[in-house]
């Protein structure tokens, strides 16, 4: 029988692995895996998918999946993977933080599985801890020697900054979180990325002094692009999975960009398609690169998980017709994140009932300098409306609400690229 360790490392998730035995184990029976999730922001970003997909996986194999989200993890701060110290952030905007990442974790797993992944918050079991509780029930089981020897905390050791008391103690709140939910929830393997080893391996150490029992870990690849760069990273700005963050239209077209190199790598990682299915579209790269169908059912699978089929739909039409057809059928919002940085003017929607002159709306604008200007423009049919070209037979055009192309807007372009937003209120 097949373990979902084999379909993780055919997907391409697996990093490192604690003990060759764990395959024959997920093979045999059903256990229970965890990862953590810190709320040091009130969304999750691309990033973070790699091991919430991980544990989908899990879930769909028949494991029992816990999703602990760190509300005292995230108070202190992990060092793993950071050269600088974090921020700390008050007890109030963790606590929010987490409600908000809870909510989105949820999305990639069915709840009419027999076993739906739960839900926790280490504040639950760490917080009612006093720091006498901590040393006496803790931290005894951790010599220094071990904890120098940890990657995450030699590194910052070596750093100009160095590391403060509190993210040294980092790791021991992590193991301790694997120990409780061993204890409470028979959970044996903790997943995450492979900055997270040393935290991990911790865990798997307590378990072992403290229980005389096994237990697992397992880490993935941190995703980069071919070029080096973080995947989930876009101008220095992450790729959240808030709305509000990322809108849905940013967040589809940084998917629909991805490199031909890179596409069917995270086409395994970031979806649920069978591979057969992504073995094709691999072939269809190799024969038609420009058609960029992997790319296309990359940006709309992940949209779907993230934010719904409807809203997948939505981001592909307005990408299939926004710069090659004519704009119609958009909502407001999908119009306004297309051309977030494109100029625009407001008018009032009684001026475009009694109708609009096209010259004198291209003055208006700033797409002419002046109504001569705009008539030759219209002469050269270089202006477009809603990419639809007015013909010279046309300069006497007037636009009217049907020339509306999302309840509020009207696009208008000078030339291939010139383009200014009409914005009817």
Excluded at 136 to 153: C, I, N, P, Q
Excluded at 171 to 184: I, N, S, V
């Amino acid at each position: 029988m097949a373990s979902v360790l084999d379909t993780l490392r055919e997907r391409g998730f697996v990093a490192q692995v604690s003990d060759d035995k764990l395959g024959d184990l997920l093979a045999k029976q059903p256990i229970t895996v965890y990862a953590g999730f810190d709320p040091t922001a009130d969304s999750l970003h691309l990033g973070h998918v790699v091991p919430i997909m991980a544990l989908a996986h899990f879930q769909r194999a028949g494991h029992r999946v816990l999703l602990v989200v760190g509300g005292a993890t995230g108070m202190i701060g992990d060092p793993s993977g950071r050269s600088e110290e974090r921020q700390l952030l008050s007890i109030e905007q963790v606590a929010a933080n987490a409600r908000s990442i809870g909510a989105q974790m949820n999305r990639y797993f069915d709840p009419n599985a027999p076993h739906p992944p739960l839900l926790l918050n280490n504040f639950d079991w760490i917080g009612r801890m006093s720091f006498i509780d901590w040393l006496r029930d803790v931290g005894k089981h951790f010599t220094l020697g071990y904890m120098l020897a940890k990657e995450s905390v030699s590194r910052r050791l070596e750093s100009e900054q160095g590391i403060s008391y509190t993210e040294f103690s980092y790791m021991t709140l992590q193991a301790f979180d694997f120990l409780y939910l061993f204890d409470h929830y028979g959970c044996t393997l903790q997943v995450g990325g492979s900055d997270q080893w040393g935290n991990i391996t911790a865990g798997i150490d307590l378990i072992r002094r403290q229980r005389q029992a096994q237990a697992y870990g397992i880490t993935f690849h941190l995703i980069t692009t071919s070029s080096g760069e973080k995947f989930g990273k876009s101008a220095g700005n992450a790729i959240w999975l808030d709305p509000k963050r990322t809108s849905p239209w940013d967040f589809y077209q940084y998917l629909v960009r991805q490199d031909d190199k890179d596409v069917i790598r995270f086409l395994k990682l970031y979806t649920f398609l069978p591979m057969e299915q992504i073995e094709e579209l691999d072939e269809v790269t190799k024969r038609a690169p420009e058609k960029r169908e992997a790319q296309k059912m990359l940006a709309y699978e992940v949209t779907r998980l993230v934010h719904g089929e409807d809203v997948a739909r939505e981001m592909a039409h307005a990408a299939s017709v926004v710069y090659h057809s004519e704009i119609r059928g958009i909502s407001d919002d999908v119009l306004a994140s297309v051309f977030s940085s494109v100029p625009s003017t407001q008018i009032a929607r009684c001026e475009l009932e009694q109708g609009l002159p096209i010259a004198e709306v291209l003055v208006r604008t700033g797409l002419a300098k002046s109504k001569n200007e705009a008539r030759r423009a219209l002469d050269a049919e270089s202006i477009y409306v809603n990419n639809v070209k007015i013909e010279k037979s046309q300069a006497d055009l007037r636009l009217l609400p049907q020339h509306l192309a999302s309840p509020s807007f009207i696009v208008l372009r000078s030339g291939k690229k010139n383009y200014h937003l009409l914005r009817v209120l």
